[in-house]
């Protein structure tokens, strides 16, 4: 019996000693790590896993300036000031853009399919990658935006203004630039579908070099 006793007593000294000190680390690590996962993204822009609807989304855009990444489908931001804004990988699918000042704006790899950006102000707007199919930019101001290999495929772009803007690599398949000002100033005829009738060709003046 008393040999038993000594086990057990040896045995709770040992959880005691040396289990439960381990125990104990490795559950101030996985603290450290849920609260890494909280903050990915983290520093002067909020990212899609800090506001978890659309109209949460909008007010961090709106009050910060910033929405990486974010949830922005069917958003209105009619008339909104987004002069500079961080909208890379933001999902922006269907969403009212109409007459917002997005000039300087980062919208590299952003989603834009059938958003309505008409008379929108894009001056400078990185553009990089995104997708803009179907998108409405009727005299949409794109005067020096850089829409690298973006996907313009079937928007719509009768008047709108793309002087000193970079197309490389960018889709045009069915986009309407219709009295469209071109990326060197010359004005696109009408019924302008896919290129810019009357004008120099992409490779000779929207290249951005």
Do not use: H
């Amino acid at each position: 019996m008393s040999r038993l006793l000594k086990s057990q007593n040896y045995l709770m000294k040992y959880f005691v000693f040396v289990l439960l000190p381990g125990f104990i680390s490795l559950g101030a690590i996985g603290g450290c790590s849920d609260n890494g996962s909280d903050n990915n993204g983290g520093g002067l822009g909020q990212t899609a896993t800090d506001c978890s609807s659309t109209e949460e989304c909008v007010e961090i855009l709106l009050s910060t300036g910033s929405c990486i990444g974010c949830n922005l489908v069917e958003a209105d931001l009619t008339m909104a000031d987004l002069t500079g804004a961080k909208l890379t990988n933001a999902d922006l699918s269907f969403a009212e853009l109409g007459g917002a000042d997005l000039s300087d704006a980062d919208l590299s790899d952003a989603m834009l399919p059938s958003a309505d950006l008409s008379g929108a102000d894009l001056t400078g707007a990185k553009l990089f990658r995104a997708d803009l199919k179907v998108a409405t930019l009727l005299e949409a101001i794109l005067v020096e935006a850089i829409l690298v290999e973006a996907d313009l495929s079937d928007a719509m772009l009768p008047i709108a203004n793309l002087t000193g803007a970079d197309l490389t690599g960018a889709k045009l398949s069915g986009a309407d630039l219709s009295l469209a000002t071109w990326c060197n100033g010359c004005k696109c005829t009408d019924s302008s579908i896919g290129t810019c009738n009357g004008c120099p060709s992409v490779e000779e003046v929207c290249t951005g070099s």
